[in-house]
Every structure is written in structure tokens, then in C-alpha cells.
């Protein structure tokens, strides 16, 4: 019988440690978040954040017409590439170069 009683003793001790701990990480614990939310932004910084994300995403957007500008331009070249080369105009306003003809230098 003295191992059921130590074994009673010991489960009844740890499960009162158990709930000490746990009150005691729930009161503290408590304490401890209320300077992380002390630092959220302020109003102006998300304001400001927010219009840095807004021009990021504007020269994003033009970013992508161009390269789309650019695509289009590859494509009608790939579609002339059967006919002999001529002057293409770029998206840019360039000149293209004329392709080397095969047996030429």
C-alpha cells in the first residue's frame, strides 16, 4: 500500500503545482502583451505605409505594361521571322537591328 499512497501523493502534488503554473503564466501573461499592442503603428505610419505600398504597386503596373509592350514587340518579330528582316520600330522608339542573314558577313 505505500507505493499507491506515494503515487497518490506525487500525481496530487504535481497536479496542484500544475495549476499554480498555469494561473500564474495566465496573470503574467496578461501583463506581458500590453506593451506589444503599446507598439502597433501609429495612424501616420500606417498611412504612410500604406502610400509607399500604393506607389509600389503603380510602378508595378507600369512596370508590367511595359514588359507586356516589350512581349508584344517579340512576338510580331518571332511572326516576321519567315519574311525577310526589315526596320521594326520598338515599343521604346528604337530601330531594330536588321537580323544577319545566313551565308552573309
Known sequence: MRFFEFATA???IGCG????????DRVF????QKP?????????QTVN???????????????NELLQKELDWHARLLEQGSQPPRAVQSP???YARRAPQPGRR
Not at 17 to 24: A, K, P, R, Y
Open 49 to 63: 505605409r500604406q502610400r509607399q505600398l500604393e506607389t509600389e504597386v503603380a510602378t508595378l503596373r507600369r512596370q
Open 36 to 44: 506589444v499592442e503599446a507598439e502597433r503603428p501609429s495612424k501616420d
Open 17 to 24: 503545482t500544475g495549476v499554480i503554473i498555469s494561473t500564474v
Open 92 to 94: 521604346q522608339g528604337e
Open 29 to 32: 501573461s496578461a501583463r506581458r
Open 10 to 12: 506525487v500525481t496530487a
